[in-house]
């Protein structure tokens, strides 16, 4: 596969087209400022905003909508709506695009696309330039197929129309256009001109399954060439012409401020340039970024005390059940019917901890402040947020601003949210050269956007034949979507986000309550969205408890949920599927289990079993996972398998090692060594399995971190007894005598899949 990408640099076309984001423009100011989802969504077909776009990108002779460029020499350029961040959506994209246009991916060069919600909005999301909650895929499957098909259609009547014969009698493979009867063909370049003449039609024909040649392959990734040899230009990789490096630090306490700097020992280092200040945080200017670094560390700074020099993270948690207890409670699933006398009930409570994002590629962004003019090099989740924000800070038009996007190093979440590119454009204000401002890991981590806090209170009434009759949960947490996107919150104020996978479970069970308060954090302390979003914390807490309730009614855990669940149902499909793949209910030796979870977010069904060794001194081991997903029809199995690991790792090494905490308003982790990862040694052997289905593709980049928490809690509960409800694993409960004594207790086996 060698595929081509084209990077975002310095071309002046590119550059062109990136500033004729003004028709798009005004949609963005509209998401700034909370104003509810813009009316924008990507359409197959040319709209207005088309033309300026094209015509900043050279007026290629034949552009029908804004994901497609072929010029006059046959270059095929597909604009990607979505941003490359380590998550393959570059390559399926192009995969659907290339099946119905009728080329190769051998034969495409793929670009970023410029910052404009009218051409790129998800809708999705509400019709916002975004990459985040799974959905570039489900989002664009059919709007991208239709583009394709749009082309192809177009092209082909061009081609007919010169040989004088029926556009039926046509057909296209591998960018040429052939007419079956007499044998001729024509390329692309050929026709491009004469096809973007002609008008669009008003219907096309997509291709069924059984005829797609790409979708359904597993091809290698576009992008991996380049991230191989080194190529590939993330935004760290920019290099400005008269750049300098600035080092930041920003007070520790979030919501503290900058008092005294004493830089006297930082201005004598070589290579330092300018110490520059904003309210709470300096950044050191250096001729490169080591020289910078050792500068901050030279600075003699005082921090002045804010509102949360008393918070730590008990005060937290205690408020959150205070609230839990005493706050206004907004209903997200009401009951059927009453719950029945009598039965056994069981009640817990669960705390989940705020997390860090930590991408690898460290925050960072690049910028150039001239008089009336701003320009921007980052990779961002949100690239018409990064431009309304930059004009905002500026006091610009927004058509001033010049946005180079660039591969993200890792998103999760992380890069859908500007705060770090703001402060870097504060800074740059200051200086009259491009100003490249790094964050630190530590620094990263230190000021992240971290994943809410939760405080759950769940209970459950089992039957005479141990199935739950009513069930009752109770979620207390702070908003992402009420900062982030204020206008999508529920007419009564509910967060969506809160309550995915938690109100719409995988079980039949009338009688469940599902409830959310909101309980706001102090001033300094944002959250934001981390991978999994919602589904990652509700699908800890029911599966986890559904396990719970297995348990407490003497059931096996599969073979519990089988009995919940609708016979035929997606869900059941996958459960039954890693039992089978498992082994579920073979024995197992002493301290070893398995821990199976199963659910339904983001458009797909998934199901994971994870199998553990604890050891006595509390350490667990991961033996084995085994994963299923029922995505619907899939775009690049490749991809998807890559996708289920990687999501699965990355909450596994959440649930293990992983949690934010706080002292004296500030957060006490700062990098790897407290805020680490699975490492390749501790990973398990893998399987992942994807069952067959017609249905429309789910998303996959977040499901298998989703899945990963309760798999492993459940893992660990068959394998010593201790049942978690806290994240993340606390390896002292692990090693103490009644871990040992249940071992026996409990056993490891399952009732087995026939």
């Given at each position: 596969?060698?595929?081509?990408?084209?990077?975002?640099?310095?071309?002046?076309?590119?550059?062109?087209?990136?500033?004729?984001?003004?028709?798009?423009l005004?949609?963005?100011?509209?998401?700034?400022?909370?104003?509810?989802?813009?009316?924008?969504?990507?359409n197959?077909?040319?709209?207005?905003?088309?033309?300026?776009?094209?015509a900043?990108?050279?007026?290629?002779?034949?552009?029908?909508?804004?994901?497609?460029?072929?010029?006059?020499?046959?270059?095929?350029?597909?604009?990607?709506?979505?941003?490359?961040?380590?998550?393959?959506?570059?390559?399926?994209?192009?995969?659907?695009?290339?099946e119905?246009?009728?080329?190769?991916?051998?034969?495409?060069?793929?670009?970023?696309?410029?910052?404009?919600?009218?051409?790129?909005?998800?809708?999705?999301?509400?019709?916002?330039q975004?990459?985040?909650?799974?959905?570039?895929?489900?989002?664009?499957?059919?709007?991208?197929?239709?583009?394709?098909?749009?082309?192809?259609?177009m092209?082909?009547?061009?081609?007919?129309?010169?040989?004088?014969?029926?556009?039926?009698?046509?057909s296209?493979?591998?960018?040429?256009?052939?007419?079956?009867?007499?044998?001729?063909?024509?390329?692309?370049?050929?026709?491009?001109?004469?096809?973007?003449?002609?008008?669009?039609?008003?219907?096309?024909?997509?291709?069924?399954?059984?005829?797609?040649?790409?979708?359904?392959?597993?091809?290698?990734?576009?992008?991996?060439?380049?991230?191989?040899?080194?190529?590939?230009?993330?935004?760290?990789?920019?290099?400005?012409?008269?750049?300098?490096?600035?080092?930041?630090?920003?007070?520790?306490?979030?919501?503290?401020?900058?008092?005294?700097?004493?830089?006297?020992?930082?201005?004598?280092?070589?290579?330092?340039?300018?110490?520059?200040?904003?309210?709470?945080?300096?950044?050191?200017?250096?001729?490169?970024?080591?020289?910078?670094?050792?500068?901050?560390?030279?600075?003699?700074?005082?921090?002045?005390?804010?509102?949360?020099?008393?918070?730590?993270?008990?005060?937290?948690?205690?408020?959150?059940?205070?609230?839990?207890?005493?706050?206004?409670?907004?209903?997200?699933?009401?009951?059927?019917?009453?719950?029945?006398?009598?039965?056994?009930?069981?009640?817990?409570?669960?705390?989940?901890?705020?997390?860090?994002?930590?991408?690898?590629?460290?925050?960072?962004?690049?910028?150039?402040?001239?008089?009336?003019?701003?320009?921007?090099?980052?990779?961002?989740?949100?690239?018409?947020?990064?431009?309304?924000?930059?004009?905002?800070?500026?006091?610009?038009?927004?058509?001033?601003?010049?946005?180079?996007?660039?591969y993200?190093?890792?998103?999760?979440?992380?890069r859908?949210?500007?705060?770090?590119?703001?402060?870097?454009?504060?800074?740059?204000?200051?200086?009259?050269?491009?100003?490249?401002?790094?964050?630190?890991r530590?620094?990263?981590?230190?000021?992240?956007?971290?994943?809410?806090?939760?405080?759950?209170?769940?209970?459950?009434?089992?039957?005479?034949?141990?199935?739950?009759?009513?069930?009752?949960?109770?979620?207390?947490?702070?908003?992402?979507?009420?900062?982030?996107?204020?206008?999508?919150?529920?007419?009564?104020?509910?967060?969506s986000?809160?309550i995915?996978?938690?109100?719409?479970?995988?079980?039949?069970?009338?009688?469940?309550?599902?409830?959310?308060?909101?309980?706001?954090?102090?001033?300094?302390?944002?959250?934001?969205?981390?991978?999994?979003?919602?589904?990652?914390?509700n699908?800890?807490?029911?599966?986890?408890?559904i396990?719970?309730?297995?348990?407490?009614?003497?059931?096996?855990?599969?073979?519990?949920?089988?009995?919940?669940?609708?016979?035929?149902?997606?869900?059941?499909?996958?459960?039954?599927?890693?039992?089978?793949?498992?082994?579920?209910?073979?024995?197992?030796?002493?301290?070893?289990?398995?821990?199976?979870?199963?659910?339904?977010?983001?458009?797909?069904?998934?199901?994971?079993?994870?199998?553990?060794?604890?050891?006595?001194?509390?350490?667990?081991?991961?033996?084995?996972?085994?994963?299923?997903?029922?995505?619907?029809?899939?775009?690049?199995?490749?991809?998807?398998?890559?996708?289920?690991?990687?999501?699965?790792?990355?909450?596994?090494?959440?649930?293990?090692?992983?949690?934010?905490?706080?002292?004296?308003?500030?957060?006490?982790?700062?990098?790897?060594?407290?805020?680490?990862?699975?490492?390749?040694?501790?990973?398990?052997?893998?399987?992942?399995?994807?069952?067959?289905?017609?249905?429309?593709?789910?998303?996959?980049?977040?499901?298998?971190?989703?899945?990963?928490?309760?798999?492993?809690?459940?893992?660990?509960?068959?394998?010593?007894?201790?049942?978690?409800?806290?994240?993340?694993?606390?390896?002292t409960?692990?090693?103490?005598?009644?871990?040992?004594?249940?071992?026996?207790?409990?056993?490891?086996?399952?009732?087995?899949?026939?």
């Open positions: 596969m060698s595929a081509r990408v084209e990077h975002d640099g310095m071309d002046p076309g590119r550059r062109a087209a990136l500033k004729v984001a003004g028709s798009g005004a949609v963005a100011f509209l998401w700034t400022a909370g104003m509810g989802p813009a009316v924008a969504a990507m197959a077909r040319r709209q207005d905003a088309d033309a300026a776009a094209s900043a990108d050279g007026n290629p002779p034949f552009a029908p909508n804004a994901f497609i460029r072929i010029d006059a020499d046959g270059k095929v350029r597909l604009v990607m709506p979505t941003v490359e961040m380590g998550q393959a959506i570059y390559t399926g994209i192009s995969m659907m695009l290339a119905e246009l009728g080329v190769g991916m051998d034969q495409i060069t793929i670009e970023h696309s410029p910052p404009n919600d009218a051409l790129y909005g998800q809708a999705l999301l509400g019709g916002g975004i990459t985040g909650g799974s959905t570039s895929t489900r989002g664009q499957w059919q709007v991208l197929r239709e583009a394709g098909a749009v082309a192809r259609e092209l082909i009547a061009a081609a007919a129309a010169q040989w004088h014969a029926e556009p039926a009698e046509c296209v493979a591998r960018g040429v256009i052939t007419h079956a009867p007499s044998g001729r063909t024509l390329g692309f370049g050929s026709v491009a001109n004469a096809a973007g003449k002609l008008p669009q039609p008003a219907n096309v024909t997509l291709k069924q399954r059984k005829d797609f040649t790409l979708i359904g392959k597993p091809l290698r990734r576009v992008d991996s060439p380049d991230k191989v040899n080194g190529a590939t230009q993330f935004g760290i990789d920019v290099n400005v012409p008269g750049m300098k490096f600035a080092a930041v630090r920003t007070s520790p306490e979030l919501a503290g401020t900058l008092g005294a700097v004493d830089d006297t020992a930082a201005r004598a280092i070589p290579g330092v340039i300018d110490i520059i200040k904003l309210d709470n945080a300096v950044a050191v200017v250096g001729s490169n970024y080591w020289i910078a670094s050792r500068g901050l560390e030279a600075l003699q700074i005082t921090w002045k005390p804010g509102v949360n020099a008393n918070l730590d993270t008990q005060g937290l948690i205690d408020a959150l059940k205070r609230s839990s207890q005493d706050g206004p409670v907004l209903v997200g699933r009401k009951p059927k019917g009453d719950a029945p006398a009598g039965g056994k009930q069981v009640d817990a409570e669960f705390i989940t901890p705020m997390l860090a994002h930590a991408p690898m590629e460290p925050l960072n962004a690049t910028v150039h402040v001239t008089p009336g003019k701003c320009e921007v090099w980052t990779g961002t989740q949100v690239p018409t947020r990064v431009v309304a924000e930059a004009a905002r800070i500026c006091g610009i038009p927004a058509d001033a601003v010049t946005l180079h996007g660039h993200l190093g890792g998103g999760f979440g992380r859908l949210e500007t705060d770090q590119v703001e402060q870097a454009i504060a800074f740059a204000k200051q200086v009259a050269y491009p100003l490249k401002v790094i964050w630190s530590e620094e990263d981590i230190r000021h992240d956007r971290v994943r809410p806090l939760y405080f759950d209170r769940i209970s459950a009434t089992l039957d005479s034949d141990g199935k739950p009759v009513a069930w009752h949960h109770r979620i207390t947490s702070g908003t992402v979507l009420g900062r982030w996107l204020p206008g999508a919150m529920g007419k009564d104020g509910m967060d986000d809160a995915e996978s938690a109100a719409d479970l995988p079980y039949v069970m009338d009688n469940a309550l599902v409830e959310w308060v909101r309980h706001d954090m102090p001033p300094g302390l944002v959250v934001g969205w981390w991978r999994g979003v919602g589904p990652t914390h699908l800890w807490v029911v599966e986890s408890f396990d719970e309730l297995a348990h407490a009614a003497g059931k096996d855990p599969v073979a519990f949920r089988r009995a919940i669940m609708a016979p035929g149902s997606r869900p059941l499909g996958v459960l039954d599927r890693v039992a089978k793949e498992i082994g579920w209910g073979s024995p197992l030796p002493a301290r070893c289990g398995r821990g199976i979870a199963v659910g339904s977010p983001f458009g797909s069904h998934v199901c994971l079993a994870v199998e553990v060794e604890v050891t006595a001194q509390g350490v667990v081991k991961l033996r084995r996972a085994v994963a299923a997903i029922d995505n619907g029809i899939t775009i690049n199995p490749s991809s998807v398998k890559a996708q289920i690991e990687g999501g699965v790792l990355f909450g596994l090494s959440a649930a293990l090692y992983s949690g934010i905490t706080l002292e004296h308003g500030a957060i006490q982790q700062s990098n790897f060594h407290d805020y680490r990862n699975l490492r390749i040694n501790e990973t398990p052997l893998f399987e992942v399995h994807q069952v067959e289905s017609d249905e429309a593709p789910g998303g996959i980049g977040e499901v298998g971190t989703a899945i990963a928490a309760p798999a492993l809690a459940n893992a660990i509960f068959a394998a010593t007894g201790i049942r978690l409800h806290q994240m993340p694993v606390a390896r409960s692990l090693a103490q005598p009644e871990a040992m004594k249940h071992v026996a207790d409990t056993g490891t086996g399952g009732e087995g899949v026939a």
